[in-house]
């Protein structure tokens, strides 16, 4: 009864499911982890302990997070093998590695000074805590790059041959890592994590305004969101608009599908919004601007855009999921643009932390980071389909030799385990943000029951 | 034979010994949790081991991942071979590692994570010992995939193993808390170390009659003369270990339990690995078999060699930073 289950769809299923829970807990901790390395450093250079109370807060949050972010990631590093042997097998030559040393340089790191930044407040010095911070944060990044270099490799290949059995070599180490999406991969999936927090913190330090508690910590972190709102927001449009130019010209198909364009066409129109059929090969009920998908892709009104009719049936993504997700992580970024824009004419009227509906506004955009980056996502790897490394290896064939039956089982397992497990991180989290920050009560991840060295007046001696 | 594969087997068999006394010694305190004299000790006991469990877990994954980059054919079969163990011990590591944060969290459902860490502990540990069990008894392998059936991991020999990790990490766990927990906690770990104790022993014996037992070639390897004499050393010091370490629980010893304990984790590997050498998939596929390209291994050992005493040192630092007994009040 079990043989009708196709191992590759489920192994699908369950990867994508997976790696969407997972990159949830990076997109945020990146961000929150260099934040709090801010934070610190306005605690140290000022003295205000509000920076403080802020940063108590936050790393309580940042040790669930990251928790959650540790063992999901573990799962991750085990489904190559797991559900995509074929994979492991064929590019392993060169995939390997990269992990091999994003576990190296990255993981330990993280994990290895994250225990001294969540439980040394009172066992190290104030210098060597701080340093903690900015070695976690420091390692987060470091985790990014390589895993966006593994990524954007199978995205747009570079610097291997193809070998007996199909296996795949390495050539030249420098082409792989940097090949040619990853420079305009990685600032985006950064930005887009710096973002992601920024949303968040803001849309906590709103709400406290709007309930007019924890004022002064609430002034600071809407304060620096804002900022990042005002500043990143406008970035990620530019590093955006160069991610898209590169997948034209790498990944044209994928291109294609993010428009919903099936004829090739000079002088493409953008559409805005439409239904894109496969069966009849046609955007149904679109609202086109006109020459602008050539004016963004080849800075030419009447440049040559490829259609997906171009692509035999079986190369061409599945368009809706790329079509639509594309379109939420614009809107997203839209969205996000317009808040900075937004917050920067209330600080001119010195209207920026007393704004009803603004801090409203920015409550409600909380999640935008998390759903603009689970959007980005899919429009990238669903748009690498039906190819797990572009052109070269098929999803299909990639899939490891186990029985369909075992992966239903497994996912439904994970799929158990993940809503209780991140339910109740997700819970925990919320409750944490209720709370609010405490003030110079407890310390650390636990709440330290002492004052910490940062606050010991003899230790300012030195 | 080329030098880069068995410097890889070399580092990589290193690194999941690490994993296994770094992470068992957690693991154990997970196993031994719910047995705590009271909510006191189960704090302290946390406390104890928190700063160190996700480092601890790392070990694990650069296993896994040095693996996949040192010899990704044996990655690819080990993989699926063990699906549903492998699955089942994320699963547990999962329910374990959140408990770290979470049960310092809850209010009302504190019961419930510790339950989570407990239950996880022991799912990983019990799968991690039927993933070995059915390792040494050989992975059904043709062309370049695993060719065998989802359960075959199940099987009487590794459910013994499981059983025989799980005493194992317990022997960890509670030297480790005699070592870093004062009274009453540490009388508590001492008496569970030297009943726990009595299994490993019983354990130890029945693995090293199975496996020759099973295999001819190993039992060719470990009862033929001269190799015998050879070996003869490793299974007596061993057994001088365990009595040392009764000895020393009983004379209120401290730390040096924990590093026994380590020395009998330590034999028993050496033990295992000088009985599959030089399988990588038992018996199916050798390390240099399954080695990647070699410039794929000479690029992440270039790095290796410069990266990983730096990481010995600072996981050094780390623990040095929380040394001596782990107090209740320190983190909540």
Known sequence: ?462 | MSLLPLVWYCLLITALFLYVFLDGFDLGVGILFPFAPSEESRDVMMNSIAPFWDGNETWLVLSGGGLLAAFPLAYAILMPAFYMPVILMLLGLIFRGVAFEFRFKAVRSRRVWDYAFHFGSLLAAFMQGMILGSYVTGVQVVGRSFAGRPFDWVSAYSVMTGMALVFGYALLGSTWLVMKTEEPTQAWARKCASYVLAYVALFLVIVSISVPLMNSAIRHLWFTSPHFYYLLPLPLATAVLVAAIWGKLHRGSQTSPFFMAVGIFLFAYIGWGISLWPWLVPFAVTFPQAAAAPSSQAFLLAGTVFVLPLILAYVAYCYYVFRGKTSREGYY
């Not at chain 1, 990159?23 to 605690?43: D, E, K, N, Y």
């Not at chain 1, 940063?55 to 309580?60: D, F, L, N, S």
């Not at chain 1, 392993?92 to 001294?116: D, Q, R």
């Not at chain 1, 002034?219 to 969101?225: E, K, P, T, V």
């Open chain 1, 1 to 462: 009864m079990f043989a009708h289950l196709d191992p590759v769809v489920l192994s699908r299923i369950q990867f994508a499911f997976i790696i969407a829970f997972h990159i949830l807990f990076p997109s945020f901790t990146i961000g929150l982890a260099s934040w709090l390395a801010v934070l610190q450093w306005r605690w140290l250079k000022t003295g205000n302990n509000v920076y403080g109370d802020v940063y108590h807060m936050w790393v309580k949050i940042f040790a669930v997070t990251f928790g959650m972010g540790v063992v999901s990631g573990v799962v991750m590093s085990f489904q190559f093998g797991t559900n995509w042997a074929g994979f492991s097998d064929k590019a392993g030559n060169i995939l390997g590695p990269l992990l091999g040393y994003e576990v190296l340089t990255a993981f330990f790191l993280e994990a290895s000074f994250l225990g001294v930044m969540l439980f040394g407040l009172n066992r190290v010095g104030r210098k060597t805590y701080f340093a903690s911070n900015i070695i976690v944060a420091a390692g987060t990044l470091i985790s990014a790059f390589w895993i966006l270099a593994a990524n954007s490799w199978m995205q747009t290949p570079a610097g291997f041959r193809i070998g007996r059995n199909g296996l795949l070599f390495p050539v030249d180490w420098k082409k792989i890592i940097f090949n040619p999406s990853f420079p305009y991969r990685f600032p985006h999936m950064v930005t887009a994590a710096y973002l992601t927090t920024a949303f968040v913190v803001g849309g906590t330090g709103a709400w406290y305004l709007l309930k007019n508690r924890h004022v002064s910590q609430a002034r600071i972190m809407f304060g620096m969101a804002m900022i990042m709102a005002v500043l990143v927001a406008p970035l990620q449009l530019l590093f955006g608009d160069a991610h898209g130019r590169n997948t034209f010209r790498y990944q044209p198909e994928k291109v294609a599908a993010m428009e919903g364009l099936w004829k090739s066409e000079r002088g493409a129109p953008s559409i805005l919004f439409g239904w894109p059929d496969q069966k009849e090969e046609v955007t149904k009920y679109a609202i086109e601007i006109p020459k602008l998908s050539s004016l963004i892709l080849t800075h030419d009104p009447n440049g040559l855009v490829r259609g997906l009719k171009e692509w035999p049936k079986g190369e061409r993504p599945p368009v809706p999921v790329v079509f639509f997700a594309f379109r939420v992580m614009v809107a997203l970024g839209v969205l996000m643009i317009l808040t900075g824009l937004t917050a920067l004419v209330l600080f001119l009227k010195k209207r920026l932390f007393d704004t009803k509906w603004f801090l409203r506004w920015c409550v409600a955009m909380s999640p935008a980071g998390f759903l603009a980056v689970l959007a980005g996502w899919c429009v990238t790897e669903t748009g690498r389909q039906p190819w797990v490394i572009e052109g070269i290896l098929r999803t299909s064939d990639a899939v490891s030799p186990v029985m369909g039956f075992s992966v239903a089982l497994s996912f439904c397992a994970f799929v158990l385990t993940y809503a209780v497990v991140f339910g109740a991180g997700t819970y925990f989290i919320l409750k944490l943000i209720r709370k609010g920050p405490a003030q110079v009560e407890t310390y650390g991840s636990h709440g330290l029951a002492q004052p910490p060295l940062f606050t010991d007046p003899a230790s300012k001696k030195d």
